[in-house]
């Protein structure tokens, strides 16, 4: 059970950091006075945004791995 968690762990947050760096653009939009200006993020900045929502989406599909494991067992 604990290689299944290490592996889901893993997978998730490779495959969610995958799919944020592709789809989330850099932009920020901003409005002012009813004006809309755009501006890019620094990478520092971006890479760490994607990898905290990686993050998140992993410990929330390792958790979901070990109650679904958990009430398999239980049958």
């Known amino acids: 059970m604990e290689r299944l968690l290490v592996k889901t762990?893993?997978?998730?947050?490779?495959?969610?950091?995958?799919?944020?760096?592709?789809?989330?653009?850099?932009?920020?939009?901003?409005?002012?006075t009813h004006e809309a200006i755009t501006e890019l993020m620094n990478v520092g900045d971006y890479f760490f945004m994607i990898g905290?929502?990686?993050?998140?989406?992993?410990i929330a599909a390792v958790v979901l791995t070990f109650v679904g494991t958990k009430i398999r067992q239980m049958d």
Do not use: C
């Open 9 to 32: 762990g893993i997978y998730s947050f490779i495959i969610s950091f995958s799919l944020m760096f592709v789809f989330i653009p850099r932009e920020r939009e901003k409005e002012f």
């Open 52 to 58: 905290r929502y990686s993050v998140m989406i992993m």
